[in-house]
């Protein structure tokens, strides 16, 4: 996460601090509790197993430091796809040369979200992604109007991350696709005109193309 904020879909949360004060909200809300909280073993008798002492009493900015301290350090799990190769195949090289020309633009190839100067050229993109852990994000800090509806946000929605995407179905702000065959169905483009909803564009990837794509996006 360190390396794709701003965070969620209406990207409002500029850094990890600030999100993980957000959770502690949400996680309190309409619970009578307040978010900045602490938690004792008198309340909660397991928290002496886990930490080996009678008394423990974890303080609230204790609780904070220890998300955000998880969160900076947790990492993909290896993608079994990416580590299966050690080259681009036909389909994957095809698939890259399509994203590149129709998806690049908005899941820009950057390891850090919100730093348009760390996007990685075309030419290295086998390197990164087949590295253990792929750290190019696909991912962009701007909002999109894809034609995915409603919109989290007068400006549309933030372009997410595209790491471990063949894990994340279903698809879109409002979950409307199953698989990445009826994302990649519904794409529409004229020039560099496109959108993930709208019929008004008349171009589409045709059947080969979208398994060229599949087989690319699934290393990522």
Request: glycine share 4%; charged share 20%.
């Amino acid at each position: 996460l360190v390396n794709n904020k701003p965070y969620f879909s209406r990207a409002l949360d500029p850094d990890l601090t600030t999100m993980v004060n957000s959770e502690f909200r949400v996680a309190t809300s309409h619970s009578g509790l307040f978010p900045w909280f602490s938690l004792s073993a008198n309340d909660h008798p397991w928290l002496s197993v886990l930490f080996d002492e009678p008394n423990v009493e974890i303080d609230p900015e204790t609780l904070r430091r220890a998300m955000v301290y998880f969160f900076s350090n947790y990492h993909f799990p290896v993608n079994p796809y990416a580590q299966k190769t050690t080259a681009f195949g036909s389909k994957e090289t095809a698939g890259a040369k399509l994203f590149a020309e129709r998806c690049e633009g908005c899941h820009q190839s950057r390891l850090a979200a919100n730093d348009p100067a760390s996007r990685v050229s075309k030419q290295d993109w086998e390197h990164y992604v087949l590295e253990l852990q792929g750290p190019i994000v696909w991912g962009s800090d701007q909002y999109e109007r894809t034609g995915i509806e409603p919109y989290v946000h007068e400006k549309g929605a933030r372009v997410p991350s595209l790491r471990r995407l063949h894990q994340k179905y279903p698809y879109f702000t409002n979950g409307t696709a199953t698989s990445l065959n009826e994302v990649l169905s519904r794409f529409r483009w004229d020039g560099q005109t496109g959108s993930h909803f709208s019929t008004a564009p008349t171009q589409t990837f045709t059947p080969e193309e979208r398994a060229s794509l599949i087989a690319f996006l699934r290393l990522l």
